[in-house]
């Protein structure tokens, strides 16, 4: 008796069972190219280039993932070029993105494809669209994780046979035109969301250097005397006239170290990361645990604090939105005087501001914590307390339309994935 099976979700025109086959049925030809010598930039129009194995991730194919051949000889050694209706698949990979793939839409006769990736295209029967799907499906990406070999946790490698065995049912071509018909219309949207998502992004990223580059000038006469020369972009009053200018502080005439370990050890430990700040270590499941002996001596932070976490030199003082505890080896800083806090978040990880403070700590190995004494010589401008409030509400309404498509972003690209276990069985 023939089995047969009914996806979930599927076009009520299309009645007909699919057929129980495998890779190797669809796929006409799978071919993997040469790696060559290439140095790690991005080639222009006119140089040829060789693909990353990042040069495909979720479906999608990206050709500037790659990497431009200079030698001659490296070049003529090169002949896969990535062609249209194509599907690039990495045969090898880190254990989570081995089997990943992109569909080509394009010619691209000066890029090639390295010996980690393969180029698959379909027969007559088939579309090579739809099989461009059905790979990423979450059954197929389940068969090729459980094929992939490899001793290494850090990189996998599925055969040519092992791939070409995976089964699959087949719809007949014009049912599998249909489907990668409308999931295209899903990904649109998921391209035009992540467009929307990255310009917001660049946005907020040169409206912050306007915001933030304000700089020191040394008077020629008095070379003990400094002047700051305001930022590019400044905000006016509710009542359309200037703000005064800013003024120079120095981190110890803003901020102020605080020690209190006047606690029960009965408040959150909080984790000082780069990406989200101070946090109680529940919420990101930071598993390092710590005895009641040491928490006794560990230092209370209130809502609005900072914390001196310097690892690097990419901004190493988190703001705390939380009220907890921190290890004794952090320095605490608390404002002396009235600021908007959210403006300091940004400012204190801003290029100007670690500049003034590489200054400062020059020959000081990297990864050692500052001292507060080191952070109260660094200069910081200070603007009105009204000009931080204006500056802090339009980065936050600016990053909120950031939160709000990153969201729709995340939701359509769970409702494709949705798709895909349905249509595709």
Partial sequence: MTKTVTPNLRFPEFESPLKQSTLGDVIQTLESGVSVNAEDSTPAEDQKGILKTSAVIRGNFLPVESKVIVDVDEADRASLNPKQDTVIISRMNTPALVGESGYVDQDYPLLFVPDRLWMASTNDDNST?????????????????????????????????????????????PEQQKIAAFLSKVDEKI????????????????????????????????????????????????????????????????????SNKNHNSDLP?????????????????????????????????EKGDFI???RSFQGGIEY?????????????????????????????????????????????????????????????????????????????????????????????????KGLLQQMFV
Avoid at 151 to 164: D, E, Q
Avoid at 279 to 295: G, T, W
Wanted: aromatic content about 10%; some cysteine.
């Fill in 129 to 173: 669209k739809w099989l461009s799907l059905l790979i990423i499906s979450p059954r197929a990406r389940y068969q090729i994780s459980s094929k992939a070999t490899g001793t290494s946790n850090s990189m996998k490698n599925i055969s040519k046979p092992s791939f070409l065995s995976i089964d699959a049912w087949v719809p007949e071509l």
């Fill in 191 to 258: 391209v035009l969301l992540t467009e929307k998502k990255d310009k917001l992004t660049e946005y907020k990223k040169g409206v912050m250097q306007q915001l933030f580059n304000g700089r020191w000038e040394t008077s020629k006469s008095d070379p003990t005397r400094t002047t700051f020369i305001p930022p590019t972009l400044r905000f006016k009053a509710d009542d359309g006239s200037e703000f005064p200018a800013w003024e120079e502080k120095q981190g110890g005439e803003l901020f102020e170290t605080i």
């Fill in 269 to 301: 430990v909080l984790a000082i990361t780069q990406n989200q700040g101070a946090i109680p270590r529940d919420l990101i499941n930071y598993k390092i645990s710590v005895e009641q002996k040491s928490v006794s001596s560990y230092k209370v932070v």
């Fill in 308 to 310: 001196i976490s310097l």
């Fill in 320 to 416: 705390s939105r939380y009220t907890g505890i921190c290890s004794p080896a952090y320095v605490v800083l608390r404002p002396r005087l009235e600021v908007e806090d959210d403006f300091y978040k940004h400012y204190l990880k801003t290029y100007p501001f670690i500049i003034e403070m590489q200054k400062r700590l020059e020959g000081i190995r990297d990864g050692k914590i500052i001292s507060y004494k080191y952070f109260s010589e660094i200069k910081i401008p200070c603007p009105p307390v009204a000009e931080q409030v204006k500056i802090n509400n339009f980065l936050k309404a600016t990053e909120l339309k950031i939160s709000i498509i990153s969201n729709e972003l995340d939701s359509a690209r769970q409702w494709k």
